[in-house]
């Protein structure tokens, strides 16, 4: 059974960064497309961020943009979220997702309904 695990979460203060990790197993990430989702407290989930598999295009919600880069590396076959100049409003629970049923895909989707593998989560917490 394919698993995503996320990984890098943690408590900062506003203006710092975190990265974080999504690892996989029984899949080579490099040929999925690859989102991040995050979900607050009392909110809906949201979009974060997205990676393709060919050629890797990014994309990313206005709240994030300029501030987050999404990569991936196809030596530890992982994706990376690296935030940076973090503030309280990233305060969530991020995570990330694939479709197992659709593979080399040219561009990736913001939709959380296009994907149906889910890691658990890693909470991250900006607050002074």
């Known amino acids: 059974q394919v698993q995503l695990v996320e990984s890098g979460g943690g408590l900062v203060q506003p203006g710092e960064s975190l990265r974080l990790s999504c690892a996989a197993s029984?899949?080579?990430?490099?040929?999925?497309?690859v989102a991040w989702f995050r979900q607050a407290p009392g909110k809906d989930r949201e979009e974060v961020a997205c990676?393709?598999?060919?050629?890797?295009?990014?994309e990313y919600a206005n709240s994030v943009s300029g501030r987050f880069t999404v990569s991936k590396d196809t030596a530890k076959n992982t994706v990376t979220l690296q935030m940076s100049s973090l503030q309280a409003e990233d305060t969530a629970v991020y995570y990330c997702?694939?479709?197992?049923?659709?593979?080399?895909?040219?561009?990736?989707?913001?939709?959380?309904?296009?994907?149906?593998?889910w890691g658990q989560g890693t909470q991250v917490t900006v607050s002074s």
């Open positions: 997702a694939i479709n197992t049923r659709k593979i080399a895909s040219e561009h990736c989707s913001m939709g959380a309904a296009d994907y149906n593998t």
């Open positions: 029984l899949v080579i990430l490099r040929y999925y497309a």
């Open positions: 990676i393709s598999s060919i050629d890797p295009s990014t």
